[in-house]
């Protein structure tokens, strides 16, 4: 660090020089060549080596750091989850708890569920981030779900999707969640008063991707009717969302880029 802040005394000076210098042409003044030699003098002082090898160092020694610092922190977050007998899978740069995945950037933590961001947490300490992930999963858990309602609202949020496409059965996930919103808004005793942005029920896809698990958790239908959904392609893998297994939270999830509602054979 001494080095580097001479060198940037020395940059500092050669700025300055550089600066005068090219001031005294532009005003045409004949003391231009004096002042770029200064300049020059200032230049051949700096060790441009040792500059930029005193750069890589100090680079790596900060990515190590970094590197230390981040996986102290995901292996609290692991032992903190353990200690309560919560299911947690360690990961590169990234930690499964329970339903989320958790990776940490920086000083923050980006917490999705089934692909779906839920938050960034600013809380970087293991044990306080564990206590944040059983906070939102208990308001999912908490949050009113009926099956028979879910999938008559589905079934009309589907059916808005389909409009004007006569062939393709399929629709995109994301465009059902948009479709699913608009008709909560629809039997909102708030939004039909006064039907304004503000008073559109909040309803984030990660919550969407919850109650797609919860519903498919005791069976994919209804009466004689079915969820289905399909594999992602490459052209849709930006669009997916990830079920989760809620009887098996570490277990496979059901990637679905498209979904439709079938009559069961």
């Known amino acids: 660090m001494p080095e580097l802040n001479q060198i940037a005394s020395q940059l500092k000076k050669l700025g300055s020089a550089l600066e ?24 051949e002082q700096i060790g441009w080596p040792e ?66 961001k839920v938050e960034r947490a600013k809380e970087t300490d293991g044990d306080k981030l564990f206590a944040r992930l059983r906070k939102i999963r208990e308001g ?29 059965e399929f629709v995109p996930v994301r465009e059902l969640h948009r479709e699913l919103m608009l008709e909560r808004a629809r039997q909102s005793e708030a939004f039909r008063r006064s039907p304004e942005p503000k008073n559109v029920p909040a ?6 991707v919850f109650d797609l698990a919860r519903f498919i958790q005791k069976g994919v239908g209804v009466g004689e009717e079915r969820l289905v959904t399909t594999v992602p392609s490459m052209r849709e893998s930006a669009n997916t969302v990830f079920i989760p297994n809620l009887d098996h939270p570490l277990g496979n999830e059901t990637p679905a880029a498209r979904l439709a509602i079938k009559r069961s054979t």
């Open 51 to 116: 500059l930029v090898a005193e750069l890589r160092r100090e680079c790596e020694a900060l990515r190590a750091q970094h590197d230390t610092s981040l996986q102290s922190r995901l292996e609290k977050l692991l032992q903190a989850a353990r200690a309560s007998n919560v299911p947690a899978e360690p990961g590169a740069r990234s930690v499964r708890v329970d339903i989320f995945r958790v990776e940490l950037e920086g000083a923050t933590a980006s917490i999705s569920l089934g692909g779906a």
């Open 203 to 208: 309803y984030p896809l990660h919550q969407f």
């Open 20 to 43: 005068t210098a090219l001031k005294s042409r532009a005003q045409s003044k004949p003391n231009f060549g004096k002042k770029i030699e200064e300049a020059a003098k200032l230049a």
């Open 140 to 168: 999912l858990d908490q949050s009113p779900f009926n099956r028979e309602d879910f999938f008559k609202l589905l079934k009309s949020s589907y059916a808005s999707c389909r409009r004007g496409s006569a062939t393709d």
